[in-house]
């Protein structure tokens, strides 16, 4: 919506990237139709399948977690690609504040319009552009503007994945800690600090010449 507020539709394309048969891929096709965008569909689901198949060894929950996010990264900047685009980011400030992100997966991007945005600045942002901006009353499109977050596959919400909700993270970020438990901040401190390094850039190793002579250089 802000893209197409911004841009307009003939200059967004909008990327559906469902896992099988998601619940709510019926929300990204109404969304698409609404905005009148270029439609791009692809399933995922057998990339993912394949994926699988090489670690099935493994048997680590991170890695049917995480795969899907990183797959969508490269189909969006294959996209990109041969539209001569841009790959946005959607991640929010709670978000990345309490890591809830892929490395390599969403976090990577070439700009992000909301990434200093908190998840109920967001909703206001949505509900100015279909109320104020555009004039419109359309009922299901300001439901999905605050429609509860979820990855579409779990069943489960963000929050319910968190152990926090959207309200305490920001509360924390305010400083408002007085109205937090011990056990949430505690919570919210340990995602922060565990996560720093999916926003990090790469380390680079400071070349030392002296070791070259011992290597014979």
Not at 35 to 44: D, Q, Y
Not at 139 to 148: N, V
Not at 190 to 214: G, M, Q, W
Request: aromatic share 10%; net charge negative.
């Amino acid at each position: 919506m802000l893209l197409v507020a911004a841009l307009g539709p003939d200059r967004v394309i909008g990327v559906r990237m469902p896992q099988g048969n998601q619940s709510d891929l019926s929300d990204a096709r109404y969304i698409c139709d609404y905005l009148k965008l270029e439609p791009w569909e692809i399933n995922i689901d057998n990339i993912c399948k394949e994926f699988y198949k090489a670690f099935s060894e493994k048997n680590d929950d991170r890695i049917l977690t995480n795969a899907p996010s990183r797959i969508r990264t490269n189909i969006l900047y294959s996209i990109a690609a041969v539209n001569n685009g841009r790959v946005i980011g959607t991640s929010n400030a709670c978000e990345n504040f309490v890591g809830y992100v892929t490395k390599g997966g969403d976090t990577v991007s070439d700009f992000n319009p909301l990434s200093h945005y908190l998840v109920s600045e967001i909703y206001k942002i949505g509900d100015y552009i279909l109320e104020e901006l555009w004039n419109d009353e359309d009922d299901f499109l300001s439901e999905l503007i605050h429609k509860i977050p979820d990855d579409g596959m779990s069943g489960i919400s963000d929050e319910a994945k968190l152990g926090v909700s959207y309200e305490e993270i920001e509360k924390f970020m305010k400083g408002k800690y007085t109205h937090l438990s011990v056990d949430t901040m505690a919570i919210i401190r340990n995602k922060y600090t565990t996560s720093r390094h999916k926003f990090n850039p790469a380390t680079s190793i400071i070349r030392v010449d002296d070791t070259l002579e011992d290597w014979g250089l």
